[in-house]
Nanobody, 124 residues
């Protein structure tokens, strides 16, 4: 099973930017969706952005469209999430995930492999 390790979280003021990175332990030749999810205290885990591996088609939650960008870098087996114009409501633990089965790429149950998460805190 692929291992995923996130990095790049931190604290930033509203309007600022952060770039998250997810390192995969192997090249995702058999994976379908690669996604970023987030979970705030007391809330359900929600899909933020996803990309179809090797194809490049992306999908975003309405709340982040135009502000977040997901990208897959095959050369070093990473998936990044560039987050701009951050808002306090973006504060959460962010998780990287990989899916081998067919399913909706912004739905958590599609995914079988998860990273440990990286914290993002946006202050007003």
């Amino acid at each position: 099973q692929v291992q995923l390790v996130e990095s790049g979280g931190g604290s930033v003021q509203a309007g600022g930017s952060l770039r998250l990175s997810c390192a995969l332990s192997e090249y995702p030749t058999y994976m379908r969706c690669l996604g970023w999810f987030r979970q705030a205290p007391g809330k359900e885990r929600e899909g933020v952005a996803a990309i179809l591996s090797g194809i490049g088609v992306t999908e975003y939650a309405d709340s982040v469209k135009g502000r977040f960008t997901i990208a897959q870098v095959n050369a070093d087996n990473t998936v990044s999430l560039q987050m701009n114009s951050l808002k306090p409501e973006d504060s959460a633990m962010y998780y990287c995930a990989a899916a081998t089965s067919i399913g909706a790429c912004l739905v958590a149950t599609t995914y079988s492999s998860w990273g440990q998460g990286t914290q993002v805190t946006v202050s007003s």
